[in-house]
């Protein structure tokens, strides 16, 4: 098929062709928009209907719940829950000493040490425990592992010898002190 028109014609339909759909792509951009302006207003008068409702069950359960014994129970429970809050508060910062004497006697001991005295100290305002344990060790290197094992347990902390605990070789007599956390 040929075209004939001349070029000033054909530009011409060209925007006749171009302005009609503009026209109808703005219709439908138009009627969308409205669409949408509707859903949200009928939407809008939706959830105040129902703040409306929840506002009116409101102010009758204040009604029905708003008598003296309920309100005295109300403060009573208020006050067993403060109650509990500072007792749970305290109980948090207690140090279990049956704790720290289970992780004393779970300590590994190399063979060759024997325990013969052990102390439990809670250090004020702190969630530490000072322990001292002495005791006796066939050798220095025994009582050297048993540094070693002290050392090496996370909750175990500051592992201290006297330094005469070192000057023998044989037959040591020792104390070492520790915090737990």
Known sequence: MINL????????????????????????????VVCLLLMLISLKFYLLGQVDYYQSLLQIAEKEYGTPSILAAKETVKNYNADLAKIDAFYRQQNNLSDALALVST???????????????????????????????????????????????????????PPDSWTKDSAIDFQVTFQIH
């Open 5 to 32: 028109l001349p070029p000033q014609e054909k530009r011409d339909l060209y925007s006749q062709a171009q302005t009609k759909l503009a026209i109808v792509l703005g219709n439908m951009a138009l009627i969308v």
């Open 107 to 161: 300590i590994q001991k190399p063979p060759g040490i024997h325990f013969s005295g052990i102390s439990i100290a809670r250090e004020k305002g702190a969630m530490t425990m000072l322990v001292t344990v002495s005791g006796t060790s066939d050798t220095r290197d025994t009582l050297i592992a048993l540094r070693d094992t002290l050392s090496k347990n996370p909750k175990i902390q500051n592992v201290a010898f």
